[in-house]
């Protein structure tokens, strides 16, 4: 049974930064990617990051890359997103994704299995 829990959401000013962490637990296999998505109000869930576990290769999302980064602990089976000069557009639940396999650190919704419960994160 996989679980995925998230923590480090908030309420932060324009130009702040947070941290996200994501937690996996029951993830069998040493082979595994893990990505960060996040919903606003009205819109779809987008991709914002993803890695796998055999690479340090990560697919950032474009609009992204100058501010958003992600790091992984492989041993405790944890994912970061840093997120710095956060602006009120950020603000969105944040959720945590993973499956198994190491093919591609994929920003489609539809190739995760596994979900955590979402952090919110709120930019004013």
């Known amino acids: 049974h996989v679980q995925l829990v998230e923590s480090g959401g908030g309420s932060v000013q324009t130009g702040g930064s947070l941290r996200l962490s994501c937690a996996a637990s029951g993830l069998t296999s040493s082979d595994y990617c893990m990505a960060w998505f996040r919903q606003a109000p009205g819109k779809e869930r987008e991709g914002v990051a993803a890695?796998?576990?055999?690479?340090?290769?990560?697919n950032t999302a474009d609009s992204m890359k100058d501010r958003f980064a992600i790091f992984a602990d492989n041993a405790k089976k944890t994912l970061y997103l840093q997120m710095n000069n956060l602006k009120p557009e950020d603000t969105a639940i944040y959720y945590c994704?993973?499956?198994?396999?190491?093919?591609?650190?994929?920003?489609?919704?539809?190739?995760?299995?596994?979900w955590g419960q979402g952090t919110q994160v709120t930019v004013s």
């Open positions: 994704a993973a499956r198994g396999g190491v093919d591609w650190a994929s920003l489609s919704t539809s190739v995760y299995d596994y």
């Open positions: 890695k796998c576990s055999d690479s340090s290769f990560v």
